[in-house]
């Protein structure tokens, strides 16, 4: 059996051609991708020596244009339908030797992007001209990492968008990711740097993005500014506690995490090709469990103090809560989970490591769609044939198949309402359904007692 | 108490759940010639096309057997002694069993062609076969598959997702016509014509030519054709398989016969699952169902039956489903190929060619059937309309309500309706 586990070679998983090797377009392509490539590793390599728009734009057509190409050339050559052929067999999905290689380049990246910027400089320049036109700043180490996450997001939400052209609600949801990266959280952020306002991000908000909701934020620090300020409050209050759940309700956790969130955006997108990596067994969600409400209680119970301790005169924490913050939290979570593991481990473990096991706001919003809902997958009867493509593919490492061979709904906290194992499922046994919440599971319609069984804080009825 | 259950399949698996779940007390232990633990026999493709690990097609995870204290043997049963319940196993080794459930499944026809035995000539059913099929992709750039079913269109679509070029060899005028009426059919060439196989209809195998190494090199088609190909694929149907029982008291036809109970001829021996094959009353043809759902609800009732609690075999209302390449089949009761006695078929096909909608209506007019290319339906909803004998008309109000399809799809539910009804 073990001859299995390894078996064949079928054709690469990034390719997609009718035929093995690369045909003259997929091949010009690819040529193109490579300069592209290039002319960013030399201005990294000499800093301040390419400047101005034309070293730019070559960059950027040539190397997004060059892959965007690549992915439409290879996928027109197939017939619409979920092609992952490949995809356990390659090592580059599989944890092959290119597979840990691109881990170790991504969790690289993120080590040297957070903690020793230096080497970086000469990318940086290069985006001078975009920074300058956009923020009337020159660009520095963030710029340069929401310019390459926007550009992640929109080449290899394209290749998304060729692998499942024939299914409409994987495309909006592609689209509407793509939509919200360049716009909410790209540009307008670069914007308002140039009005001379606060770089605000309207698509994160506490508890994912904490800082928005503490003290030194909201009294003084970066809402000072004189037009938006109090908009900037409301509104960062109003996504947490108004809006996150209502919406949540209506429609699960998924109008936020494979929608809108960048995390999710960035996973859905760049992350895909490792979807399959997510361990789906019992004790991985044993382990998810605990690290997720740990981080939100930490996140929850560190808000609370801050705003004690700044209203009473720095008595618990001392004056400076806002760098004891910075240097606990916003290292170990905010710098070392959501960005070094979360994304540098995409070729390892999957492209939800972060979303799954560390995300506060995918806890918070868990905990609704669990209980207070209209959300759930629902099973067709019984036409579920067991084979684990649900399962496999599921990018949570929910056992999917577990319930759909028992024609059970799935409701569960982490579910992102991709909507991949829908789209896997040969013989269409699962859809993403929102409707009444009693009927989603026995007890449903009684969610806060549920939600207090689940605490053991009531018997089991 | 000891209840062995030979065959890992499905039906073997079903069966031991069951069991265990009404006596906790029982010994179980489950005999496989195959492999160690069960999986799910229709992702073996997934397997081969890189999709899954074989280890991803396993619905129970490992610590699930010894939980449940089901034991699992590795072993091929040559023989079985009803008067002693006594078990032989292949290469040695004997056990005694109280009561014994007979779930071996089939395996694939042979017709006795010519060279049919040659190296590079295999079916597509076991996990041997995908090992043996693994072996055979080194070097393989043409493959001839026979057979105008759901394997050899499986295993058309395997090759394919290697980049391996397949002719595909149907007896049939078209595709699938003992299952399929024929504008399914159509559809169905068209979709394996625009993948770029060779779907050669009408055409049978003569003989399949050996080189001196004794591997498959050509085959000769009715047509008189010679095709140069690396693989033979024999894909017509399967027959079940009848190896522990043969030799034993144990009655067989074309199955293991059973009765309603899907108690066998000898006591304290049941049979399920796609070797069974289930008396029908004077003159009705015995059933025999070879498909996954059919396994697993044959399973239930023997297990019910092996712990005591008398419950007949009710095969309820029909229901099956497959994918074609890229396209996705469901039916809902048994669809015929072509309208029998006084009933009415109805037929809707979108512009694309490729999806459709059929219902079949009872001389009534209450529905008898459906099935459904490239639209998904709810499978308790259709059952309920079949079961209740709702009327077409009414069917055609309320077909939006068993849309099963994901959100933002768009709907067709309105264009079938206004077809159907012209059709009436």
Known sequence: MSALVQIGKPKPALSVGGEPGLRGAEKGAAAATALGLAIFLVAFAMPGKLSGWVPLLAMIVLFAGGASSYFWFAYRGTTPGIKNHGLMTDGTTARGVLGWVLGVVFTGFYVILYWHPGPLEGGIRLLDPL???????????????????TLAVLVMGLRMMLRYRHNRYQLLRTVSVMFFQLGFAFLLPNILKALNEPEFYFTYFWPLKPEVLLPWSIEGGWYTSERFGMWFIYIAAGMTFLSTPILTWLYGKRWYCSWVCGCGGLAETLGDPWRHLSDNSETAWRVERWMIHGVLLTITLLTGFLWINAHSGNAILGADGSLLFSRTYGFFIGAMFSGVIGVGFYPLMGSRVWCRFGCPMAAYLGLLQRFFSRFRITTNGGQCISCGNCSTYCEMGIDVRAYAQRGDNIVRASCVGCGV????????????????????????????????EALGLKPRS | MHVVIIGNGITGVTAAREIRKRQPRWRITMISAESERHWSRPALMYVYMGHMRLQDTQPYPDHFWAKNRIDLVRAHVSAIDVSSRTLTFAGGGAMTYDKLLVATGSQPNRFGWPGQ????????????????????????????????????????????????????????????????????????????????????????????????????????????????????????????????????????????LVDDTLATSA???????????????????????????????????????????????????????????DLEWQTYGMVPSRPGEGQRSLYWEAPDRRTCVRLVANGDGTLHSMHAFGIRYRHRVCEGWIRDRLPISEVLERLPEANFDPEFYKRHERQIAAAMRSQL
Request: charged residues 20%.
């Open chain 1, 131 to 149: 920074a300058m036109a956009l923020s009337k700043n020159p660009a520095n180490q963030w710029f340069l990492y929401g310019f390459l996450y």
């Open chain 1, 421 to 452: 194992c829908a789209a896997v499922c040969p013989r269409g046994v699962l859809k993403l359904e929102n409707g009444p919440v009693g009927d989603r599971f026995p007890g449903a319609n009684k969610p806060v007692r549920a939600f207090l």
């Open chain 2, 117 to 256: 035995d040659l190296a590079r000539v295999q079916g597509m059913y076991s996990l041997q076969d995908l090992e043996l099929l693994e072996q055979n992709s080194v070097g393989l750039s043409h493959a001839v598959i026979v057979g105008g079913g759901l394997i050899g269109i499986e295993m058309a679509e395997m090759l394919h997702s290697r980049g391996v070029h397949v002719t595909f060899l149907v007896r049939e005028e078209r595709y699938w016509s003992n299952i399929l009426p024929s504008e399914e059919s159509r559809i169905i060439e068209r979709v394996i014509a625009a993948e770029g196989i060779d779907l050669r209809l009408g055409t049978e195998l003569t003989e399949i030519h050996g080189d001196e190494r004794g591997e498959a090199c050509a085959v000769t088609t009715s047509s008189g054709d010679r095709i140069a190909c690396q693989l033979v694929g024999l894909t017509a149907g399967v027959r079940p398989n009848l190896s522990a029982v043969a030799g034993s008291a144990i009655e067989t036809g074309r199955g293991v």
């Open chain 2, 267 to 325: 006591p304290h021996v049941w049979a399920a699952g796609d070797c069974a094959e289930i008396r029908r009353p004077e003159g009705a043809r015995n059933l025999m169902q070879q498909v996954w759902y059919t396994g697993r609800l044959q399973a239930e009732v023997a297990a019910a039956n092996i712990c005591g609690d008398e419950a007949p075999y009710d095969p309820g209302i029909w229901f099956n489903s497959a994918k074609f390449f």
